[in-house]
Nanobody
Framework: VQLQASGGGLVQAGGSLRLSCAAS????????MGWFRQAPGKEREFVSA????????YYTDSVKGRFTISRDNAKNTVYLQIDSLKPEDTALYYC???????????????WGQGTQVTVSS
């Protein structure tokens, strides 16, 4: 599985972005998909994940109510809608695919290259 993240950019605080992650291969629907982020000087952290059929969603506490994950298995794409952006959301955002395991862990099988989100105050 190859993953290509896009949709990042420079936005003002309070703004919105929609990140996309397009996957190659015919097995996309069998993977849990996750979003992670890494800010400069910080470790990579879990942001959100969605089960293979979209039936379960997971969010880290700091993004609950502002971020929404979704997926379209027909398009092999997972999305992350980010609203009410804060400067502390500034980071490189990665998408990842997991075959089995805890979706909130960092143990994923495949990783995309990342898309930069920068929020100005």
């Amino acid at each position: 599985v190859q993953l290509q993240a896009s949709g990042g950019g420079l936005v003002q605080a309070g703004g919105s972005l929609r990140l996309s992650c397009a996957a190659s291969g015919r097995t996309f629907a069998s993977y849990t998909m996750g979003w992670f982020r890494q800010a400069p000087g910080k470790e990579r952290e879990f942001v959100s994940a969605i089960s293979w059929n979209g039936g379960r969603e997971y969010y880290t506490d700091s993004v609950k109510g502002r971020f929404t994950i979704s997926r379209d298995n027909a398009k092999n794409t997972v999305y992350l809608q980010i609203d009410s952006l804060k400067p502390e959301d500034t980071a490189l955002y990665y998408c990842a695919a997991q075959r089995w395991g805890d979706p909130t862990s960092g143990v994923y099988n495949y990783w995309g290259q990342g898309t930069q989100v920068t929020v100005s105050s």
